[in-house]
Each structure stands twice: as structure tokens, then as C-alpha cells.
């Protein structure tokens, strides 16, 4: 791993994504030889963790990728509170437990993984990467790159419908633009990091019996619409970042 990032960062990063990808992808079907939703999703998403987080810390780059506190103070990012009321998103229709007590355990285990490795992933390795160049290139095309990834729930098996997987890229691709707005501008990848697990680990206790299309497509509109709004509030009042 080391040889291939020090040769050609960019070229680790979207290697990264690519391995990421396809695990996530062969994950679904194999969960039927187990039994238990999300169980090979959480095995391939914990080594993943275990092995990113491990060449990170060993190569002294915790700063670089901003798992490390912001050196802002909390009340110029509002205090969060955006962050929070998308985090509870999924959530807002109800709770409920959606699976068996083993699937519920290895959807949480999954979605907390996946929250840290598609941060580093893409607002992290990618983001850095692009930047070396252009900035401005580099938020948009992480941002999309992170939106349009989510189009393999369409094909992987996880069972997702045309009309709300259009639904997630759309507001994916905003968070996208917000959270890489917040690690370049607040220098830190934490607040991204917990607010994706929190988002993605809710929808595991989701209430979705009997809520029409019209109220899910009601959700996904005010929740990016705040996203966006966040977005553009972190762009005027937040400084440009001076790390490297």
C-alpha cells in the first residue's frame, strides 16, 4: 500500500474506491449463504477499516486526512446543529427495528465502518489527491464521484427501487459538496466521519411501513435543501484551509 500511494496518490485513492466498491457489491449476495443481512457487509467493511485506519496511523497522516480535532471553535460551524437534523433524518417518520437482532447488530456494525471508509475514501484520499492541482476540481469531482458511487445499489442486490436510489445520489452528491466544504474548511474529517455513521446507522431503524412516495420524496427535498443551505452559510463565513 505504501509503495503504490507514495508512487501515485491519486492513482491509491481511486484503487481504494474501486476495492471498496466490489466488496460492498459481492457482499449482498453472499449475505444469503449466512443468513443474516449485512453480515459478510460488516466483515469486509471491518477489515477494510482495520487496514485503512493501520497504513494511516502508521504512516503519520492523521493530520493530512483530518482525523484530528478542527482548530475552529464550534460556534463557526453553528455548533453542528445542521449536521444533527440530518442525522436524524431517517428517522423522522417513526423507529422501528427493521431485522433480526444478528442483522440489526452486523446493518449497525456495517453502517458505522462505512461512515469512516467512504470519508477517508473520498473526502479524504480522493479530496487530497485532486487538490494537489485545483481545489475547485477537486470538491466537485469528489463530491459527484461520492454521488455517483451510489448508483451500484441499483445492480449489487441490496434491493433498492429506481425512484429512491435517484433519491440518494441527489442527496448524497450534496452532502458530498457539504462535507468536503467542512474538512477543507474546518481542517477536520471527524464531523463528516460521525454524521455519515449516524445517518446511514438510522436506517436500520427506519419506520417505513405505509409512508407513501410523496412523504419519502418530502424528506430527502428538506433534508437537502438544508444541506445545501449549510453549505453555502460554511463557504462565506468559514477561512480557506492552510494546510497542505
Same mark, same amino acid.
Given at each position: 500500500?505504501?509503495?503504490?500511494?507514495?508512487?501515485?496518490?491519486? @492513482?491509491? /485513492? *481511486?484503487?481504494?474506491? =474501486?476495492?471498496?466498491?466490489?466488496? $460492498?457489491?459481492?457482499?449482498?449476495? +453472499?449475505? #444469503?449463504?449466512?443468513?443474516?443481512?449485512?453480515?459478510?457487509?460488516?466483515?469486509?467493511?471491518?477489515?477494510?477499516?482495520?487496514?485503512?485506519?493501520?497504513?494511516?496511523?502508521?504512516?503519520?497522516?492523521?493530520?493530512?486526512?483530518?482525523?484530528?480535532?478542527?482548530?475552529?471553535?464550534?460556534?463557526?460551524?453553528?455548533?453542528?446543529?445542521?449536521?444533527?437534523?440530518?442525522?436524524?433524518?431517517?428517522?423522522?417518520?417513526?423507529?422501528?427495528? @427493521?431485522? /433480526? *437482532?444478528?442483522?440489526? =447488530?452486523?446493518?449497525?456494525?456495517? $453502517?458505522?465502518?462505512?461512515?469512516? +471508509?467512504? #470519508?477517508?475514501?473520498?473526502?479524504?484520499?480522493?479530496?487530497?489527491?485532486?487538490?494537489?492541482?485545483?481545489?475547485?476540481?477537486?470538491?466537485?469531482?469528489?463530491?459527484?464521484?461520492?454521488?455517483?458511487?451510489?448508483?451500484?445499489?441499483?445492480?449489487?442486490?441490496?434491493?433498492?427501487?429506481?425512484?429512491?436510489?435517484?433519491?440518494?445520489?441527489?442527496?448524497?452528491?450534496?452532502?458530498?459538496?457539504?462535507?468536503?466544504?467542512?474538512?477543507?474548511?474546518?481542517?477536520?474529517?471527524?464531523?463528516?466521519?460521525?454524521?455519515?455513521?449516524?445517518?446511514?446507522?438510522?436506517?436500520?431503524?427506519?419506520?417505513?411501513?405505509?409512508?407513501?412516495?410523496?412523504?419519502?420524496?418530502?424528506?430527502?427535498?428538506?433534508?437537502?435543501?438544508?444541506?445545501?443551505?449549510?453549505?453555502?452559510?460554511?463557504?462565506?463565513?468559514?477561512?480557506?484551509?492552510?494546510?497542505?
Amino acid at each position: 500500500m505504501k509503495k503504490l500511494y507514495e508512487k501515485n496518490e491519486l @492513482n491509491f /485513492s *481511486l484503487g481504494c474506491i =474501486v476495492i471498496y466498491c466490489f466488496l $460492498m457489491s459481492i457482499a449482498y449476495p +453472499l449475505n #444469503e449463504i449466512t443468513g443474516i443481512n449485512y453480515s459478510l457487509n460488516a466483515v469486509f467493511c471491518i477489515l477494510q477499516t482495520v487496514i485503512i485506519w493501520r497504513f494511516i496511523k502508521k504512516n503519520g497522516l492523521l493530520m493530512r486526512y483530518g482525523l484530528c480535532k478542527s482548530p475552529l471553535p464550534a460556534c463557526r460551524f453553528l455548533y453542528y446543529v445542521p449536521l444533527v437534523i440530518l442525522a436524524t433524518g431517517n428517522l423522522w417518520y417513526g423507529i422501528t427495528v @427493521n431485522d /433480526s *437482532l444478528a442483522g440489526t =447488530v452486523c446493518h449497525i456494525v456495517c $453502517m458505522l465502518c462505512v461512515g469512516f +471508509l467512504e #470519508e477517508v475514501i473520498f473526502r479524504g484520499f480522493l479530496f487530497k489527491a485532486l487538490a494537489k492541482d485545483n481545489n475547485k476540481t477537486a470538491i466537485i469531482i469528489s463530491s459527484v464521484t461520492f454521488g455517483a458511487g451510489h448508483l451500484l445499489n441499483l445492480v449489487n442486490g441490496s434491493g433498492m427501487g429506481v425512484t429512491d436510489n435517484l433519491c440518494q445520489v441527489i442527496f448524497a452528491v450534496a452532502v458530498g459538496f457539504l462535507f468536503v466544504t467542512l474538512f477543507y474548511r474546518g481542517q477536520s474529517l471527524l464531523p463528516c466521519i460521525i454524521t455519515h455513521s449516524a445517518i446511514n446507522t438510522a436506517s436500520a431503524f427506519a419506520f417505513e411501513a405505509g409512508i407513501t412516495e410523496e412523504k419519502h420524496m418530502m424528506r430527502i427535498l428538506i433534508m437537502i435543501v438544508i444541506t445545501v443551505i449549510y453549505t453555502l452559510v460554511l463557504t462565506k463565513t468559514l477561512p480557506f484551509s492552510s494546510r497542505a
